[in-house]
């Protein structure tokens, strides 16, 4: 089974604060992506990797970075954490060739910036 | 706005019930997902419907692609309260390289 995990599953920081939440991934996966949940919006795309040391910005990536430093590992930072990054937070990979929607995902990382 | 418009975004009914959740757009998707989420958890994918007009059916669920492959269904029958959750459409447009999601139909299933 592909197995997709978080660091946390709850995080509470401070406005201003850098963040980092990590993803690891067992299944040797060549795309990593992140995206955010909110109630009402769905899922949105933050940023997106299809390989180590490789990064595209999706649709929301104001106020986030990522890094992708080895194959299974892709971390999302908030630079300056705010409040309207109150958020969870999902981790997702798939195989080199997969459709583009065919994704597995990890529990998410539900963050509270106070 | 959303690329993927799903409807209704909450339903509520009696185990045993049908239902049809809808997931619509005004551009042509060369696939589109379903996933099901339950509290906690991240999604899960259920099933991927690739060509005009195509339904797969996965136990009591009946998953549908539009002819014009801009639209979806899903269709429930005799619902379980297992079936309780969060029911999410996805796809990429097509040419796209990223994948949207549909607003997401909370689902309870009342015993």
């Known amino acids: 089974d592909v197995k997709v995990t978080q660091s946390s599953r709850y995080l509470v920081k401070r406005t201003g604060e850098k963040v980092f939440l990590e993803c690891v991934q067992d299944?040797?996966?060549?795309?990593m992506f992140w995206y955010r949940q909110d109630p009402g919006l769905g899922l949105r795309l933050i940023y997106f990797?299809?390989?180590?040391?490789?990064?595209e910005k999706g649709d929301i990536p104001e106020g986030y970075s990522v890094s992708r430093e080895k194959k299974e590992r892709f971390s999302l930072i908030l630079e300056s954490a705010s409040t309207n990054q109150t958020s969870m937070y999902l981790c997702?990979?798939?195989?080199?060739?997969?459709?583009?929607?065919?994704?597995?995902f990890g529990p998410g990382t539900r963050l509270t910036v106070t | 706005t959303q690329l993927l418009e799903q409807s209704p975004q909450f339903l509520s009914i009696q185990e045993g019930e049908n239902l049809t959740v809808y997931c619509n757009s005004s551009?042509?998707?060369?696939?589109l997902q379903w996933y099901r989420q339950e509290p906690g958890e991240g999604p899960v994918l259920l099933v991927t419907?690739?060509?005009?007009?195509e339904v797969k059916k996965l136990k009591r669920l009946t998953f549908q692609f539009g002819d014009a492959r801009k639209d979806s269904s899903l269709h429930i029958t005799a619902a379980q309260p297992g079936d309780t959750g969060l029911y999410l459409c996805?796809?990429?447009?097509?040419?796209?390289?990223?994948?949207?999601f549909g607003q997401g139909t909370r689902l309870t299933i009342n015993p």
């Open positions: 997702a990979s798939s195989p080199e060739g997969a459709r583009i929607g065919e994704q597995y």
């Open positions: 299944m040797d996966h060549e795309n």
């Open positions: 990797s299809y390989d180590v040391k490789m990064k």
């Open positions: 551009s042509v998707f060369s696939s």
């Open positions: 419907v690739v060509t005009g007009g």
């Open positions: 996805a796809g990429a447009p097509q040419g796209a390289q990223k994948l949207v």
